[in-house]
């Protein structure tokens, strides 16, 4: 059995931030495989949610994330230990704010936070019965609990290439992820390890097999010298991953110190402000693809759009923390393009297919740690299937 900790606070004004995520994984588990560490409010009954117009309710059925809205009966039917309130109640003392409660909590061990995590998987089934935590956040108090009882520890999310320009990946880490991840060291071993292994693909070669949907044509000659990706201001990456960095201090980064005349800003489309500014324009290109021809090179914090820019052949500097980070310069002026080996290690090593964050025999077929080779090719079936 596996126990799914979400994030049991809340966060950016909302209850169960991670909503989606234990729709998602009630769709595809049942409840002999799965029970919950969270907060009561992800077992609310859905109708309130969809009288709120929480996104996760919006239709009976998501195509973008392919979960269904579960009926009240079915949420029922998981077991469920329930982080207590006054946990949030004397963090937000401290903190006052929802964000900081967060970037505190991703960091840094809470003894109380431990014990009630502690506590739940006991009375969900023990350690001997429990296969796997996942959680979809890196979150320092689950990883300390699941030491303390030697029980593995799955860090998933949503991967760089989303549906439906591309087939939707996803991250699957013992480590961390987005920052603190295994990638640059399974790469490491991988490629100083014995034997054959299979001639990787290009980037041109990958691109034409996870796209879903036609890339517009080649611009011709890019018209910026550097493109920079932001992300959502209060995205866990930006927060605790940006190795110092955060996306006023890239900005002044790269308008001091870069030497360039053409620069070219794309704003997330979740952002909450602007970024209106002297010394580079906004993007307002239809589709990042169509921002990451304009550019000659991209630069950011950790935006998983650098894989994307990676596919494109364009030379990648990532600031911050990531998985892809081996497979970048790391300052400007550290020009280089990924190679074909660290694009597939990535994108066929590494990233999973997204439907196997969901399914219990992937999951129990990982915790056997299959080689990378066996890995690789579980994987490009799947997506020669998809």
């Not at 034409?208 to 011709?220: C, H, L, T, V």
Request: glycine share 6%; with cysteine; hydrophobic share 40%.
């Amino acid at each position: 059995m596996f126990i799914s900790f979400l994030y049991p606070f809340r966060l950016r004004g909302r209850i169960a931030p991670y909503l989606w995520v234990a729709y998602k994984q009630i769709t595809d588990l049942d409840p002999q495989d799965l029970a919950f560490i969270a907060s009561e409010d992800y077992f609310i009954d859905p109708a309130r949610f969809r009288r709120q117009n929480r996104f996760e309710t919006s239709w009976p059925e998501n195509p973008e994330l392919q979960f269904q809205v579960p009926t009240l009966d079915r949420l029922r039917r998981y077991r469920r230990h329930c982080i207590s309130e006054g946990i949030y109640r004397r963090l937000k003392e401290r903190w006052i704010s929802d964000v900081l409660i967060w970037k505190w909590l991703i960091r840094t061990v809470d003894e109380e936070l431990v014990q009630s995590i502690l506590t739940g998987i006991t009375r969900l089934g023990g350690v001997g019965e429990i296969e796997a935590l996942l959680t979809w956040c890196n979150f320092a108090s689950l990883k300390e609990a699941a030491c303390r009882l030697d029980i593995p520890l799955i860090h998933a999310e949503l991967g760089p290439l989303r549906y439906p320009a591309y087939k939707p990946l996803g991250y699957f880490d013992f480590s961390g992820v987005n920052g603190d991840t295994e990638a640059a060291e399974r790469f490491q071993r991988y490629q100083t390890a014995k034997g054959e292994k299979p001639a990787p693909l290009n980037a041109s070669q990958l691109l034409k097999r996870f796209s879903q949907a036609p890339k517009p044509p080649m611009i011709g000659e890019p018209d910026y010298e550097i493109g920079i990706p932001l992300q959502v201001e209060d995205d866990s990456n930006v927060l605790v991953y940006g190795r110092g960095f955060d996306l006023s201090l890239l900005l002044q980064y790269v308008l001091q110190e870069g030497g360039f005349r053409r620069i070219l800003v794309r704003p997330h489309p979740g952002a909450y402000w602007s970024w209106e500014g002297q010394g580079y324009d906004l993007d307002d290109s239809p589709s990042p693809w169509q921002f990451i021809q304009r550019c000659r090179q991209i630069l950011t914090l950790n935006s998983s759009l650098a894989l994307e820019a990676m596919l494109a052949e364009r030379p990648v500097v990532i600031l911050g923390e990531s998985p892809a980070r081996f497979a970048a310069g790391t300052a400007l002026g550290d020009v280089r393009q990924a190679t074909a080996a660290e694009l597939d290690f990535l994108l066929l090593h590494y990233f999973v297919p997204y439907r196997f964050l969901f399914q219990a025999a992937y999951l129990r077929w990982r915790l056997r740690h299959p080689s990378e080779q066996e890995i690789r090719e579980r994987h490009l079936l799947a997506h020669e299937m998809a």
